[in-house]
Structures are given as structure tokens and as C-alpha cells.
């Protein structure tokens, strides 16, 4: 079964203000992640445990998973701006 990553508000805010194809791009990713749980992701540490982070070209993208499948967007960032 399908299901469709959840976005934050912050997340939202920061897709629509990017670059059209980037967001796009980043889109695309989330939703092959949510369908398939494949993807560039690794788990963080720290702080921010419990979270996860998806590597789409420059941009990192930070998401948790609340229930089993069920992607949960936290925020975008430039890969420079993230850490």
C-alpha cells in the first residue's frame, strides 16, 4: 500500500520557496521513499535521533516515521545549510 509523506509547515514553506525542478526532484524522492522505502537515507545520530535524513542531489531532507510506512517531513535544507 501507498502512502504520501506528511509535511510540516516549516517543510511546505521551504519546498514552495525553492527552485521549481528541486523541489520536484525532492518530490519524487519522498514519494519513491514513502512507496518503496528505498533511497539515500541514513539515520542521525545525537540530538537528533529518531530522525532521518534523505540525500537528494544538494539537498538534504530531514523526516521521521511515526508508524510503520508513514513518512513525516520535518524540514529541507541546502546540503551547506544543514548540519
Known sequence: MKRLPLY????????????RS????ILGA???LAATGR???????GAMK?????RVGKWRVFFSLDQPGSVVV?????RGQAY
Open 8 to 19: 510540516k509547515p516549516a517543510a511546505q514553506r521551504e519546498l514552495n520557496h525553492m527552485d
Open 22 to 25: 528541486d523541489a520536484e526532484r
Open 30 to 32: 519522498l514519494s519513491a
Open 39 to 45: 533511497g539515500d537515507v541514513k539515520a542521525l545520530k
Open 50 to 54: 529518531g530522525r532521518y535524513r534523505l
Open 74 to 78: 520535518t524540514h529541507v535544507d541546502n
